[in-house]
């Protein structure tokens, strides 16, 4: 069974710090994805890697960076966080493109 | 792209119900997925399903592609059935539904 796992469960940060959130998978998975969660507005997606080193924005990448030196693991950074950042973060990953996205259990991150 | 909207928004069940969650697409798919989010936050897949019908358990889907929708049938609906259902496409990028809150009452 494919095992996402997002590093925190809850995250309480202070405005202007760095913050890093990190999601590994265990399947080999080419394809990863990170996303926020608002009320209201769904998932919104961040930014996404089609494979090692390579990543791309996604709607809302404004705010955020990534990492991808290996192929299990795609950080997500908040360069300085802001309290608009406050938020539901979920990871995923798939195989390849176009098969089953799994997620991560998410992290709550408060900005204060 | 492609627009994805799913109805009801919000649906309010006694446990014991059946019930049908619709998602609709502006244009034909081939790759389909059903989410189920627990109140934990948690996101769940239910199926995978571009087209036909898969069943599992008290769930069951049906994806009829040439006429962009899909539908989620839940059966004797449990408490544990409750949170949010989300239907998703998967081209490039992967374009959500806002999703259907389902509560069952005990």
């Known amino acids: 069974d494919v095992k996402v796992t997002q590093s925190s469960r809850y995250l309480v940060k202070r405005t202007g710090e760095k913050v890093f959130l990190e999601c590994v998978q265990d399947?080999?998975?080419?394809?990863m994805f990170w996303y926020r969660q608002d009320p209201g507005l769904g998932l919104r997606l961040i930014y996404f890697s089609y494979d090692v080193k390579m990543k791309e924005k996604g709607d809302i990448p404004e705010g955020y960076s990534v990492s991808r030196e290996k192929k299990e693991r795609f950080s997500l950074i908040l360069e300085s966080a802001s309290t608009n950042q406050t938020s539901m973060y979920l990871c995923?990953?798939?195989?390849?493109?176009?098969?089953?996205?799994?997620f991560g259990n998410g992290t709550r991150l408060t900005v204060t | 792209g492609i627009q994805v909207e799913q109805s009801p928004p919000d649906l309010i069940l006694q446990e014991g119900a059946n019930s049908t969650l619709r998602c609709n697409f502006s244009?034909?798919?081939?790759?389909l997925q059903w989410f189920h989010q627990n109140p934990w936050g948690q996101l769940i897949n239910l199926f995978y399903i571009p087209s036909g019908t898969k069943q599992n358990g008290r769930l069951s889907a049906t994806t009829v592609a040439t006429e962009r929708y899909s539908l989620l049938y839940i059966s004797s609906s449990q408490t544990t059935d409750s949170g949010v259902y989300f239907c998703?496409?998967?081209?490039?990028?992967?374009?959500f539904g806002k999703g259907t809150r389902l509560h069952i009452l005990p």
């Open positions: 995923a990953s798939s195989l390849v493109r176009g098969s089953p996205l799994h």
């Open positions: 399947m080999d998975h080419e394809n």
């Open positions: 998703a496409h998967r081209d490039d990028k992967i374009i």
């Open positions: 244009d034909s798919v081939n790759n």
